[in-house]
């Protein structure tokens, strides 16, 4: 079984499983607050590198809607007249160990990853630093962009190096019990650490995507966390069309099995997220189909209010160096 479905299912079996898993969950709760403890009576110490870092984080294993977030952190930020570089895992790909400076140009997906390669194709004037060593990330920034903000796109974790400004999205979730018999790494407790929650203060909304396609049927292929998310927008911007496939991989699956494209005419346009449109470019089969990439956004309400709150957090948690 899918551990979504262990972790959110209400059927017999599910139930069981989550039962047989609490003693094992109990044990994870308690290496986190070790862990936590360590830190907090200083026998670890986080590292301060670059003094200018958001992360962006969650609590639970899978989707959350970090990147989507990540975006439009990094576009307000713009809006307010800051500089901005990213910090990103890479997750998947062979840059993921310690820490790259990306070049600039287009990012290939098995050698970056693909929520780097996305995030190259939507941001593409913003410095992109890959691999999961935070540390080393920060110091890369500190290095070559010393007074940009460094958005860290996951990391609250991440407990060695140390984020002026931590926002932490927490959507509702039925089973809150930590790995393995739910889905949080950390126990919900520990909120307490981030600057601000989301949705405790304000809400995260979706913007439905404008599609326009000349035809009456689609195919869809997505390999995202959440992907149920994806397919209701995709299902309200085409009330009047049919999905005549439906193919859903796991969250940050390569999309290069030879039989992806099985079952689905040549002539039917196959609607994609964004992060699985960089991993299709990739396919050697893809021949003239029909690739649609569906935007997805989101945007934080009241906007007026979140604005205000980051641009007093800009000024009061991360100054801008004097010379």
Same mark, same amino acid.
């Given at each position: 079984?899918?551990?979504e479905t262990?972790?959110? +299912?209400?059927?017999l079996?599910?139930?069981?499983i989550?039962?047989a ?9 308690? !290496?986190?607050?070790?862990?936590l ?8 110490r986080?590292?301060?590198a670059?003094?200018?870092? $958001?992360v /962006? ?7 959350a ?8 952190l990094?576009?307000?930020l713009?809006?307010?007249?800051e500089?901005?570089?990213?910090s990103?895992?890479g997750?998947? !790909?062979p840059?993921? &160990?310690?820490a790259?400076?990306a070049p600039?140009?287009?990012?290939r997906?098995?050698?970056w !990853? ?8 939507? =941001?593409?004037?913003v410095?992109i $630093? ?7 990330? +920060?110091?890369?920034?500190l290095?070559h962009?010393p007074?940009? /903000? ?9 407990l060695?190096?140390v984020?002026?400004?931590?926002? /932490?999205?927490d959507?509702?979730r ?11 790494r950390?126990?919900r407790?520990? =909120? ?5 929650? $989301? ?5 995260v909304?979706?913007?439905?995507p ?10 869809v292929i ?8 994806f397919l209701? +927008?995709? &299902? ?7 999905a ?10 390569s999309?290069?099995d !030879?039989? =992806?494209?099985?079952g689905?005419p040549?002539? /039917? ?9 960089v991993k ?5 089969d893809?021949?003239?189909r &029909? $690739? ?6 989101i ?8 604005r205000?709150?980051?641009r &007093? ?8 160096t004097?010379?």
């Amino acid at each position: 079984m899918h551990p979504e479905t262990v972790w959110e +299912s209400s059927d017999l079996r599910s139930r069981l499983i989550r039962a047989a898993l609490m003693p094992l969950s109990g044990l994870y709760a308690f !290496g986190w607050w070790c862990y936590l403890t360590w830190y907090r009576l200083g026998f670890k110490r986080a590292q301060t590198a670059h003094r200018r870092t $958001i992360v /962006v984080g969650n609590l639970v294993a899978g989707g959350a809607g970090k990147t989507p977030f990540t975006i439009a952190l990094v576009q307000t930020l713009g809006e307010l007249g800051e500089s901005v570089a990213i910090s990103t895992s890479g997750y998947g !790909g062979p840059k993921s &160990r310690g820490a790259h400076l990306a070049p600039d140009g287009p990012l290939r997906a098995d050698e970056w !990853g693909d929520e780097p390669a996305m995030l190259r194709t939507l =941001l593409p004037d913003v410095p992109i $630093i890959v691999g999961r060593g935070r540390l080393a990330a +920060s110091q890369l920034a500190l290095r070559h962009f010393p007074d940009r /903000v460094l958005v860290m796109d996951d990391g609250f974790q991440h407990l060695p190096v140390v984020k002026q400004l931590s926002i /932490v999205l927490d959507p509702p979730r039925r089973n809150r019990h930590c790995l393995p018999a739910g889905p949080y790494r950390e126990p919900r407790r520990y =909120l307490r650490r981030a600057d601000l929650v $989301i949705p405790d203060r304000w809400q995260v909304e979706p913007v439905l995507p404008t599609l326009e396609l000349a035809a009456e049927t689609y195919a869809v292929i997505c390999a995202i966390g959440q992907p149920e998310r994806f397919l209701a +927008s995709v &299902r309200q911007a085409l009330p009047h069309a049919r999905a005549v496939t439906v193919r859903v991989r796991p969250d940050h699956d390569s999309l290069q099995d !030879g039989n =992806l494209f099985d079952g689905i005419p040549p002539e /039917v346009p196959i609607l994609v997220t964004a992060k699985d449109d960089v991993k299709l470019r990739l396919r050697p089969d893809l021949g003239e189909r &029909r $690739i649609v990439v569906v935007p997805h956004a989101i945007r934080v309400t009241p906007e007026a209010e979140w604005r205000d709150w980051l641009r &007093r957090q800009l000024h009061e948690k991360l100054p801008k160096t004097t010379p």
